[in-house]
C-alpha cells in the first residue's frame, strides 16, 4: 500500500534537516532512542541494522560489542553521521549507506536485530519498507521500532489530521493508526508482536517490537 509521501520530496525535507536536527530533536526523541537500543541489547544484539540512522545520533550509545550497520535516504544526514563516527572512534560501526528502505541492499536473514527510529511515518511505503524488515532481518530475530501512533478519535485526531497536509512537508504523516501495523503483521508470515508500549511524557509514541519465527511457518505446518 503506497502512500501519499514522495521519496524525493521526504530526501529533500531531511536534507534541510540535517544541519540542526541534532538540536531540534535530540532531546524531544532521546527517551525514545534510549528505549529502542535497550531493546536491542535486550534481544541480544549483534548484527544491527538501523534504518534511518539519520546524523548517527544513537550509534554511540550501543554496545562495542555490536556490529553496527546504518542507512539512510538522506545524504547530507549520513554526511553528519560519518563525522560522528570518525570523533567518537565507532570502529563497530561496518557500514553507513544512502539507500532506499523498500530495497534494502542486504541479503534474506542477514541481520539479528532491524531497528528503525522514528521512521515508519516518514516514507512513501510503510508496508513495504516493513516487507523488507522481515526479509532481511533472520528467523528468530527482531525488529524494533519506535513511532508516533496516531490517535483514534478525540482532539488529538482532529489536530492530527488537520496538521497532516504541514506534516507532510516537513518529512512525516502524523496520523498513523495502530490499525495499520496490526494488518500488516497479520499479511506477514511468521512475524508477531512481542510488545507494544507507549513511552513518555504523554505517550504520544510507542515502543514496538515484531518478533520472526525461529521456524519458517511452512516448516512448522509440516511437523
Known amino acids: 500500500m503506497a502512500d501519499d509521501l514522495d521519496r524525493d520530496k521526504v530526501a ?4 534541510r534537516w540535517a544541519p540542526v536536527y541534532d ?11 534510549k528505549a529502542a537500543i535497550a531493546a536491542v541489547e535486550a534481544a541480544g544484539g549483534g548484527r544491527v541494522l538501523e534504518v534511518g540512522v539519520g546524523t548517527g545520533i544513537s550509534l554511540p550509545d550501543y554496545r562495542r560489542t555490536n556490529r553496527l550497520f546504518g542507512v539512510d535516504i538522506s545524504e547530507p544526514m549520513l554526511r553528519k553521521a560519518q563525522e560522528r563516527v570518525a570523533a567518537e572512534k565507532l570502529d563497530n560501526v561496518e557500514v553507513l549507506s544512502v539507500m532506499d528502505a523498500t530495497k534494502l541492499a542486504f541479503p534474506d536473514g542477514w541481520f539479528d536485530v532491524v531497528v ?5 511515518t516518514a516514507v512513501p511505503d510503510p508496508e513495504g519498507t516493513l516487507d523488507e524488515f522481515a526479509r532481511v532481518v533472520k528467523p528468530g530475530g527482531e525488529i524494533i521500532l519506535v513511532n508516533h501512533i496516531g490517535a483514534e478519535s478525540g482532539p488529538r485526531q482532529w489536530f492530527e489530521a488537520a496538521f497532516a497536509p504541514i506534516a507532510r512537508k516537513l518529512g512525516w504523516r502524523p496520523e498513523f493508526p495502530w490499525e495499520r501495523l ?6 506477514a508470515p ?3 508482536v512481542i ?3 507507549p513511552m513518555p511524557p504523554l505517550g504520544h509514541f510507542s515502543l514496538i517490537r515484531f518478533g520472526k519465527a525461529a521456524v ?3 516448516a512448522q505446518a509440516a511437523e
Not at 529533500?12 to 536534507?15: G, I, L, R, S, V
Request: hydrophobic share 45%.
Open 23 to 33: 538540536m531540534v530533536f535530540g532531546t524531544v526523541f532521546e527517551r525514545g532512542r
Open 195 to 197: 510488545d507494544r508500549r
Open 182 to 187: 496490526a494488518r500488516w503483521v497479520e499479511g
Open 216 to 218: 519458517a511457518p511452512t
Open 190 to 192: 511468521g512475524v508477531h
Open 116 to 120: 528503525a527510529q522514528y521512521v515508519i
Open 12 to 15: 529533500k525535507a531531511y536534507a
